[in-house]
């Protein structure tokens, strides 16, 4: 790309460290404020706010009305008692954003978080602060994804899932439409450690399902749609109902995201 510059539409605001290749773009309107860097073929859409420190791997697309980078409630409050600009505030962590990746409009994800090469992400999703995502996963629509939690690689969560602080997913599961977490067995009427679900590798969650605090799902598991499941499910079975109770084992001949390669 010798002799080329990037492609920064009318409007943009690139702050003085932010580091682009020369095969971007960016969008009219945006703006890259503090420590940014855009890699080759990057494209980020309009009207979209990134506050570094960010890295954005080569190859990703950012929609508009995107925000990257946003402040935890730590680093907001520092900002705002020091006067500083968002992405000034003391201590920030980094968001790292993999090769390749999606994010479509409207998302919103946090600093100190980490995606992985490949990840697709619908629209007007919430990731907060701390939080892990492997490669080749999809977050679907209307997803949030609060803080502290583990996501594995080549996991799907589909449309309007809501996954509780946390939380640990991890390799080849599925969840399906407005499945969610929870993690406060006292539902704010004492103290108590917030614990998430763990959900073990090649699970399937059924649409509509919820899932209580600190219990785990097994790996290969099936949890039927609109089950309540309030203990642990066993490995390779198969639990329905409100509250889910065991149905079966998980035929041998299904092909659960558990064999996918």
């Known amino acids: 790309m010798t002799g080329t510059t990037p492609r920064v539409q009318s409007g943009a605001w690139v702050g003085k460290g932010?580091?682009?290749?020369?095969?971007?773009?960016?969008?009219q309107?945006?703006?890259l404020l503090g420590k940014v860097t855009v890699g080759e073929r990057v494209r980020i859409e309009p009207n979209t706010v990134v506050y570094g420190p960010v890295r954005i791997g080569p190859g990703s697309f950012i929609g508009p009305n995107?925000?990257?980078?946003f402040p935890s409630r730590t680093e907001l409050t520092a900002s705002v008692s020091q006067g500083r600009d968002i992405h000034d505030a003391p201590g920030r962590s980094e968001l790292l954003i993999g090769r390749n990746c999606i994010i479509r409009s409207g998302t919103c994800i946090y600093s100190d978080v980490s995606i992985g090469d490949d990840v697709s992400f619908g629209?007007?999703?919430?990731?907060?602060?701390?939080?892990?995502?492997?490669?080749?996963?999809?977050?679907?629509?209307?997803?949030v994804i609060d803080g502290s939690c583990k996501i594995g690689e080549r996991v799907s969560i589909q449309t309007g899932g809501y996954i509780c602080t946390g939380s640990t997913i991890e390799d080849s599961v599925f969840l399906g439409p407005h499945a969610v977490f929870t993690n406060d067995k006292y539902?704010?009427?004492?103290?108590?450690?917030?614990?998430?679900?763990?959900?073990?590798r090649g699970a399937s969650i059924g649409a509509n399902s919820l899932l209580m605090p600190s219990i785990e799902i097994g790996e290969g598991s099936v949890i039927g749609?609109?089950?309540?499941?309030?203990?642990?499910?066993?490995?390779?079975?198969i639990y329905v109902g409100a509250p889910a109770r065991?149905?079966?084992?998980?035929?041998?001949?299904?092909?659960?995201?558990?064999?996918?390669?």
Do not use: F, Y
């Open 225 to 237: 749609a609109q089950s309540l499941v309030v203990h642990d499910v066993p490995a390779r079975t």
């Open 246 to 261: 065991k149905l079966k084992n998980v035929p041998a001949d299904w092909r659960t995201s558990l064999l996918r390669p």
């Open 123 to 143: 629209h007007n999703v919430m990731v907060r602060e701390n939080v892990r995502i492997g490669g080749n996963t999809l977050i679907g629509t209307g997803v």
């Open 18 to 27: 932010v580091s682009l290749d020369p095969s971007c773009t960016i969008g």
């Open 187 to 200: 539902v704010a009427q004492k103290q108590t450690k917030l614990i998430g679900p763990t959900v073990r």
């Open 66 to 69: 995107v925000v990257l980078g």
């Open 29 to 31: 309107g945006t703006s």
